[in-house]
């Protein structure tokens, strides 16, 4: 079994920052790419970060300038620091990571998500 389990979420003033964390546990042998997707309410999920097992990293045009995706291989964990936060931000926030467990198949897994807000 793999778990992804996001924390960090919740309610901040626009121009506030919040980092988001996402751990992954059980049963992995290797992780790949890991990004943070999300959701507003009526719009489809869509990619906001991702980030490679060798550090690259990418963004959606919208957030580039404000947010930073990391990761830590040793502890399994990606993060998703964001600065400068609009109310156009506000979304349920997905982890997404691609995994390969100990029977070596490959497969995508996501988080239960985490509600961003920001409003004033």
């Known amino acids: 079994q793999v778990q992804l389990v996001e924390s960090g979420g919740g309610l901040v003033q626009p121009g506030g920052s919040l980092r988001l964390s996402c751990a992954t546990s059980?049963?992995?042998?290797?992780?790949?790419?890991m990004g943070w997707y999300r959701q507003a309410p009526g719009k489809e999920r869509e990619l906001v970060a991702a980030?490679?097992?060798?550090?690259?990293?990418n963004y959606a045009d919208s957030v580039k300038g404000r947010f930073t995706i990391s990761r830590d291989n040793a502890k399994n964990t990606v993060y998703l620091q964001m600065n400068s936060l609009k109310p156009e931000d506000t979304a349920v926030y997905y982890c997404?990571?691609?995994?390969?467990?100990?029977?070596?198949?490959?497969?995508?897994?996501w988080g239960q998500g985490t509600q961003v807000t920001v409003s004033s």
């Open positions: 997404n990571a691609d995994i390969m467990g100990w029977s070596f198949v490959r497969r995508d897994y």
């Open positions: 980030i490679t097992s060798g550090g690259s990293t």
């Open positions: 059980g049963s992995i042998f290797s992780i790949g790419d």
